[in-house]
C-alpha cells in the first residue's frame, strides 16, 4: 500500500478534523505533487488542496482560509488540517499523489476516510 489515509470522522458543524496520508517513502520522495480530493453525496469528485514538492500549495474556493495542507518529509505524511467545518464538506476524502513518467502525469490513491459534518 503505497498511501493510506487516517482522520475522518464525525464533527459538528465549526470543528476541526486533522486527515493524514501516510505515503511509502518512495512515493513521498517521488511525488511531484500530493494532495486531497474528496466526493461528496451525489457530487463528482473534487481536488480541496494539494502540496508541491517545493511547498507550493493550491487549494479550491470554498475551503480557503479554512483548509491547510502540509507535508512531513521526516514523516512521509501529508496533512489536511480542516477548521471551521461546515456540513457542505460532508463527503468521502481522498489522499492523491501524482508521479510523471515521461511526458504524462500517473495518480495514485489512497482509500478513502469518511468526513462527515453534522449542522
Known amino acids: 500500500v503505497q498511501l493510506q489515509a487516517f482522520g475522518g470522522g464525525l464533527v459538528q458543524a465549526g470543528g476541526s478534523l486533522r486527515l493524514s496520508c501516510a505515503a511509502s517513502r518512495n512515493m513521498f520522495l517521488d511525488a511531484n505533487t500530493m494532495g486531497w480530493y474528496r466526493q461528496g453525496p451525489g457530487k463528482q469528485r473534487e481536488l480541496v488542496a494539494m502540496?508541491?514538492?517545493?511547498?507550493?500549495?493550491n487549494y479550491v474556493d470554498s475551503v480557503k482560509g479554512r483548509f491547510t495542507i502540509s507535508r512531513d518529509s521526516a514523516e512521509n505524511t501529508v496533512y489536511l488540517q480542516m477548521t471551521s467545518l461546515k456540513p457542505e464538506d460532508t463527503a468521502v476524502y481522498y489522499c492523491n499523489a501524482k508521479r510523471r513518467f515521461g511526458g504524462t502525469n500517473v495518480d495514485y490513491w489512497g482509500q478513502g476516510t469518511q468526513v462527515t459534518v453534522s449542522s
Open positions: 502540496i508541491t514538492s517545493a511547498d507550493n500549495t
